[in-house]
């Protein structure tokens, strides 16, 4: 390292670290913005030293860069990441940054096997985001989970029109003594109209490898000022039925149920005399 009393300069750092090799050059600018940057590249990083479930050997460049006044920046370029991690090919690249209470994320890619996720946008005040999950085979990702995923949508909230569309499915979803057999979920939200209309449902529920609920479903439509809900649930013990509307007012939700019927198992049917309000 060398420099003077504006800039100091790193020509070259070698550092090992989980049983690899960490390289990085990079300055810092002693003016009024204390600014930094840095190159940094990796070879045969094992995450296993740190997170024995997690094996692997990662190569990766990126370039590092910030400041802290008169506030704080920083940003993050992953050129690349390459390697295999739980005996799986790993990839990933992206960028992302920090000022002012906003992050920034663009083109960040990453995949691990068959399993991929893409997204870009930015988070704060004003959020813009996207996203595009597809994961076939979750074993390859976390230990003790397994089972299918997939989830691709956008959300933004910007003042007061917020506007949400997403899917997810999910199939066989399985970790350590919880799974669920089905899962679909679906939101649309119009900023326009600020209307939309959202859906649930989960089949084979379990707990400790026992059946807890045979299906949970529930959908809503309208908007948060007014709108109708419906709830079903069917278990071993038996099935229920609540459906009604509801709206937001000062920031209390306030709900009119029309429909609530139960069915416990060996005990008859029970039904609400007249509008139920909680």
């Known amino acids: 390292a060398h420099g003077n009393s504006q800039r100091t300069l790193v020509d070259r750092l070698t550092v090992k670290a989980l049983g690899g090799?960490?390289?990085?050059?990079?300055?810092?600018?002693?003016?009024?913005?204390?600014?930094?940057?840095?190159?940094?590249?990796?070879?045969?990083?094992?995450?296993?030293?740190?997170?024995?479930?997690?094996?692997?050997?990662?190569?990766?460049?990126?370039?590092?860069?910030?400041?802290?006044?008169?506030?704080?920046?920083?940003?993050?370029?992953?050129?690349?990441?390459?390697?295999?991690?739980?005996?799986?090919?790993?990839?990933?690249?992206?960028?992302?940054?920090?000022?002012?209470?906003?992050?920034?994320?663009?083109?960040?890619?990453?995949?691990?096997?068959?399993?991929?996720?893409?997204?870009?946008?930015?988070?704060?005040?004003?959020?813009?985001?996207?996203?595009?999950?597809?994961?076939?085979?979750?074993?390859?990702?976390?230990?003790?989970l397994s089972g299918q995923l997939d989830s691709h949508g956008s959300i933004a909230l910007v003042g007061n029109n917020p506007s949400t569309q997403f899917a997810l499915q999910a199939r066989d979803l399985q970790f350590r003594d919880y799974g669920i057999g089905k899962l679909d979920a679906r939101v649309d939200m119009d900023d326009a109209t600020r209307t939309g209309k959202a859906s649930f449902e989960a089949t084979e529920i379990t707990f400790a490898r026992q059946l807890a609920f045979a299906q949970v479903s529930a959908e809503a439509d309208g908007s948060l000022l007014a709108h109708t809900l419906q709830l079903k649930v069917k278990s071993p013990y038996g099935e229920a039925t609540i459906a009604g509307n509801g709206e937001l007012a000062k920031d209390v939700w306030q709900g009119k149920l029309q429909t609530v019927l139960l069915h416990p198992v060996g005990a008859g049917t029970w039904q609400a005399d007249g509008i139920w309000q909680p």
Do not use: C, M
């Open 21 to 144: 090799t960490l390289y990085a050059r990079g300055s810092y600018e002693h003016g009024d913005k204390h600014a930094w940057q840095a190159s940094v590249s990796a070879s045969k990083l094992d995450p296993a030293i740190l997170l024995p479930e997690f094996p692997g050997k990662l190569d990766l460049k990126a370039h590092l860069a910030g400041q802290q006044l008169p506030f704080t920046r920083f940003s993050l370029q992953l050129q690349s990441l390459h390697g295999t991690l739980r005996s799986a090919p790993v990839t990933a690249s992206g960028e992302a940054s920090y000022a002012q209470g906003k992050w920034q994320f663009k083109k960040v890619k990453a995949r691990i096997a068959e399993n991929q996720i893409e997204f870009n946008g930015h988070l704060g005040r004003r959020t813009r985001f996207a996203w595009n999950v597809q994961a076939p085979d979750l074993a390859r990702i976390w230990p003790q």
